[in-house]
């Protein structure tokens, strides 16, 4: 599968940001997917998960309550979507997808197989 991560630019602070991340090659519903976020000199991070059929979502206690993941997996897309953004959320942010449900929950980098090239979130105060 090959993603494609879009819908990253320049957020002004308090704003929200929509992400897509579009699945070709194979169907998205085979996958779990996440967004994690990396800033220069910095690991990437868990931001949210969700499970194949959408009826999971997972989250990193810091994100929780800003940000939201869904899919669809009619338009092989999933998103992640945030509110209130501040300056810590400049990032870039890569959606990931793994073939195992088990993996999900937990957000570990090394458990997904697949990999968008990240889209650059920048946001202004």
């Known amino acids: 599968v090959q993603l494609q991560a879009s819908g990253g630019g320049l957020v002004q602070a308090g704003g929200s940001l929509r992400l897509s991340c579009t699945a070709s090659g194979r169907t998205l519903s085979d996958y779990g997917m996440a967004w994690l976020r990396q800033t220069p000199g910095n690991e990437r991070e868990f931001v949210a998960s969700i499970k194949m059929n959408g009826g999971y979502a997972y989250y990193s206690h810091p994100m929780?309550?800003?940000?939201?993941?869904?899919?669809?997996?009619t338009k092989n897309t999933a998103y992640l979507q945030a509110t209130n953004v501040q300056s810590g959320d400049t990032a870039v942010y890569y959606c990931a997808a793994t073939l195992s449900s088990d993996r999900v929950p937990w957000g570990l980098e090394s458990d997904f197989d697949y990999w968008g090239k990240g889209t650059q979130v920048t946001v202004s105060s």
């Open 64 to 73: 929780r309550g800003r940000f939201a993941i869904s899919r669809d997996n």
